[in-house]
């Protein structure tokens, strides 16, 4: 009689677990934790110093290189930007404060009163393509807000590398962590644009937390604590700063300004030497002198009147380009009025009074009459062209008699003229000072379903000439007319070898990525990082329906130099970046005159680049004279003949006083 075997229950449970993994390896044949590869770098030998001899020689040169490029030539051209903190008068803007406040502070301290009197050589690379963009140098020599915004970002940039190779929760941790926060707070209180920044570092954020989430060695306390800390000083100190800083801001800007107008009643009074009427003077004088104050008021109102006393009895007439008017101030009563006498300030002999004249009853005379002209290069395509449209349309007004355009003068007029400015008629001077537009438009007669709805914002739509789509940055398709006098000229022209480079370097990183180990992430993971701030700060400007300029890449023109610093092809590393570096150079010393206003004639700027000098427009004067005169097209004229013909005027006689 054969003998039973008994089989130890420990055995038959481990044999059954080997034929389910042999089973599950039949379904699985992909191991899902496959452990990454790090490819190998240079490390450096422990040391006290955080910076060797080296790199301390390397960070003085680039010192030196970025103060020569950015002091020299700084004083031409000279102009007075920002001087509301220092006069302490209220303005409006669409930017946080905090970048005008710091250059408000300089000017504070410098005297001003609101008057004009790594070792490896990749890891430099993207410092020294920096130092001589001439983009950068441009807009560096200039008081704008790229620079302190680009600043902050940068700061933020390396607080955050500092932060992702500190230990958690030690010092360091802490320290950079908050350093983030403070740099993200700035950068957001500079400009909107520091929004994009903050999304960034969140995004990064976030993506480190899903591996914290997933690493089964880090407990759920700790967990809790990662989400904290960084929500808490990634979130929490920035929108501190910022509201701190709006809080700085109305405190600074304790007295009356243009800004003013657009605020309350109350608020207003709250200003010092606020401009709400208190004591009137009763007397007026004759032919009431015009002028100009870029504010909302009552006396902005004027009535659009027919030149001849025609009457259209319940019936919209509209306003047409090449259009006989006349303008009746609503609160005066009396005609927008020009004549050969000269203006009560500017004393040059083409500039002619122009005033409001005339009294109750008084029918006017051709000295009243003015000629619509429609700018077209500067109004909305289509019918704005032709028909006047509110906030869409840009005129100019020609008086009928003496043929001069009604002129927005620089000149400030004296204490009886509250310090306004000097309105007159003139034959001559800058083109955009003779230009025009409605800003509010109300006509009692107008049918219902005619009247199309506008909004101020559409005025940071209209086209702008030097204006550009976010399509045409990568590639450096234009630039910028800064500033010209003198034959000379300041050009905002990016380094196109650096603006060429940072692009291919991010189409080729994502061909790169595309096509490689997906576990091998050194590499990937930092170029990646950068790539993610370059779309995250480019991209959303497709969404903005406003005008868009070449500076508006400039957050995003840096992570993408950041990501060219990092060549991922080792092999052929050292030939991009000595080649990109050396061309780069070549360009900037090139092109500088162009950054400095130096002296650079016509004919070697065509020799240096034929297609820019045809395809930009660079003036040799700003001083343009008004005396020209667009033709009126023919299929212009023919529907105004028809707008016209449609009209059942009725034309009743205006009796003379």
Known sequence: MAKKVSTPASKVAAKQAAIRSKQHEDVLTIDPLVDPIFQKGHIRDPQKR????KEYWMLSSLLVVAFYVRMYKLSYPNSVVFDEYILGTFFMDVHPPLAKMLFGAVGAVGGFKGDLISSQLSSHMPHFLLIIENFNVTISRYILLDSPLLFFIAAAVYAWKK?????PF??????????????????LSSKWVGLFTVAWVGLLCLYQLWFIIGDLTVSTKKIVHHFFARGFIL???????YLAFFAIHFQLLYKEGD????????????????????DIIEPVGLATTITLYPHLDSNNKWLIEPFNGTIYNDTFVPLINGMKIRLKHINTGRRLHSHDEKPPVSERDWQKEASCYGYEGFAGDANDDWIVEVVNYRSQE????????????????????TGHYLFSSEVKLPDWGFGQQEVTAASQGKRHLTHWYIETNENKYLPKENAKIVNYPKLLTSHHHWQSNPSEWPLLLRGINYWNREHRQVYLLGNAVTWWAATLSIAGFSLYAAYTDKHIFNFNTQVLSYTLGWAIHYAPFFLMGRQLFLHHYQPALYFGILALGHPYLQNIGYFLVAGT????LIFYVYYSPLIYASPWTRDRCSGANKKLAKKEEHHDNDAELVQVKEPVKEEVAAKVEEVVKEVPAKKEAVKEP
Request: hydrophobic share 55%; aromatic share 10%; no cysteine.
């Open 581 to 584: 570096t050396v061309l780069s």
């Open 163 to 167: 932060f992702e190779i500190q230990v």
């Open 170 to 187: 030690t010092f360091g941790w802490y320290k950079s962590l908050i350093a983030t926060g403070i740099a993200l707070g700035l950068a």
């Open 50 to 53: 955080l910076l060797s001899t």
């Open 259 to 278: 800004g003013g107008a657009f605020m309350t009643s109350a608020f207003r009074a709250s200003l010092q030497g606020n401009k709400i009427p208190k």
């Open 382 to 401: 289509g019918d704005a062209q032709v028909f006047v449209k509110a906030l869409n349309t840009v005129f100019r007004l020609k008086h009928a008699m």
């Open 235 to 241: 979130l929490g100190i920035p929108i501190a700063l």
